[in-house]
């Protein structure tokens, strides 16, 4: 994947897609092991709010792929979960590889700027232990209202179908799984 991804003329863009508990952010942490001077967006931090899945997937478009892709530095607003509102501008470097992951992240309109475009898939039994163990309680009332914006995201835009790799997250990654 990191080898079709340095073949890109421009800086390449990862994007990483699945839904919650898949385990994209295990695989995303994998390639930025084997690309150190990647840059990685989590879009866990800038949902704004347990209802923001589509706000999200349309700043990663407006807001990081598209101005990136004239060669200028775009960049995020982190959600302050705990004050409810939007916190801090984060700025991203135009001319370094970038990894976006979250759920939503690889709609249809973020397409012409991606150059691997990854899928995560988890059994839904595994995604949601997962997803609750990880969150200690904090998304327990909201999976319900997360997964059935998720499913929509999913059949509007069909990221599966999208993605160049499909990853299967019920397992580890394997440690060279950002090679491949």
Known sequence: MLERASRAHAPATVVIDGPSGSGKSVFADAVAEHWPDAQLVRLDAFYPGWSGLAAASAAVVEDILLPRSQGRPGGWRRWDWMAGLPAEWHDLDAVRPLIVEGCGALSR????????????????????????????????????????????????ENPRTSA???????????VDAARR
């Open 109 to 156: 309109a973020a397409l012409p700027f991606v150059e691997v475009g990854v899928w995560v898939e988890a059994p839904d039994a595994v995604r949601k232990r997962r997803a609750l163990a990880r969150d200690a309680g904090a998304f327990d009332e909201h999976w319900d209202m997360w997964d059935a914006q998720w499913r929509r995201f999913e059949a509007r």
């Open 164 to 174: 160049s790799v499909i990853v299967d997250g019920a397992q580890p990654p394997p």
